[in-house]
């Protein structure tokens, strides 16, 4: 796998979202990788939104020089803190004024990636058919990745890879089907609906590292400890190889504990802080050392989390207490400034991904299970006035 691209106008990865976190993730992936000659090659960066801080971010990345991240935290009892700069991304555009040239970045691309955040697979009632063919862009992620895919069937390109890193459950599944679905809807040719459903591959992937902060205008301060699990299917294209991307049979078990013990821990402390009214810049840090909330969110786990992995077997129950025994170094990192005010945001999307699958899981393997704090989370969730 080397990277002999040198044409940015050609680069084989086009990723959408500029977030801090695929800065600190899949792109510093891809940019170590290259330096032993296992990328795929450069990436391009796709903003879909119009916002001001995008414009900024890629007015950074068209810049030369790379980006830095940061990497702070423990790794097997030793401190680490180093800088590293990220050279793997080329060039950027924004989606409301490049649309054309995010057109022919998409034929070019052997491989999609995207993290377009918590409501990123959401349909808007504005997009129309007239887009698929127009000068403008689609509002939704889905419509614009419809789109560009359909260019690829036009155009006669290779097949591509896409790798959803959102977290949502068989992402690669689900934004296949809510793109097929959309297809259909806006009464688009079989033949393409065909070429998405078979021609294509999608990959379920998930996606686990903690970055804490910005560096402005661009890069990220991130823990050492990354994961990207990747579900193998025939035909994919990697956009590297690297110690920290796994590729298995068997995305489940990464994605149930990281959604259950990590995230679904992020969530709880988040609700904690909104309860209490705590300081708006509290972080997970400073929320471990605070007295009841570590020790809440330790009755949480151990009275309506683990006994759901433990209902699973016990080679799930003893993989998930000592996941759980990393979460909570992780947790305590010293160095990372992790605010709760972030991780607080789209809250109530975010109990119903992580908190409501516990629940149904133990419905089925333990229905004895109380789980009142997670149950009380899911209705408050789900009620008028409470921030989605």
Known sequence: MNDTNHNPLHNPILQFGTSRFLQAHADLFVSEAAQTGQALGKITIVQTTNSAQGAARVAAFRQAGGYPVRIRGWHDGAQVDDERR????????????????????????????????????????????????????????????????????LAGAEAVTIYPCELVVDNGTVLRELIVNLARQWRLDAGFIAYLETGCVWINSLVDRIVSEPIEPIGAVAEPYALW???????????????????????????????????????????????????????????????????ALES???????????????????????????????????????????????????????????????????????QPRLRAMIAQAVQPGVQK
């Open 86 to 153: 990220v050279h793997a991304v080329t060039q950027a555009w924004q989606t409301g004024s490049d649309w054309q040239q995010v057109r022919a970045a998409a034929v070019a691309a052997r491989v999609i990636i995207s993290n377009t955040g918590d409501s990123g697979y959401q349909l808007f009632e504005a997009d129309h058919p007239g887009l698929v063919d127009g000068d403008v862009a689609p509002q939704s992620f889905p419509a614009k990745l419809m789109v560009l895919l359909r260019d690829r069937f």
């Open 300 to 370: 949480l786990w151990q009275d309506e989390v683990l006994p759901v992995f433990a209902a699973m077997g016990a080679r799930e129950g003893a993989a998930a207490t000592s996941y759980l025994a990393q979460v909570k170094e992780r947790f305590n990192n010293p160095f990372l400034a992790h605010r709760l005010g972030d991780i607080a945001q789209n809250h109530g999307e975010k109990i119903g991904r992580r908190m409501a699958p516990v629940v149904a899981l133990a419905q089925q393997l333990c229905p004895g299970l109380a």
């Open 229 to 295: 699990a990747i579900e193998a299917q025939a035909g994919m294209v990697l956009p590297c190889s690297h110690a920290q991307l796994v590729v298995t049979a068997s995305l489940r078990e990464y994605e149930q504990r990281k959604l259950f013990l990590l995230n679904l821990g992020h969530t709880y402390l988040a609700q904690l802080w909104l309860e209490k009214g705590s300081p708006a810049a509290m972080t997970v840090k400073e929320a471990m050392r605070d007295g009841a909330m570590p020790d």
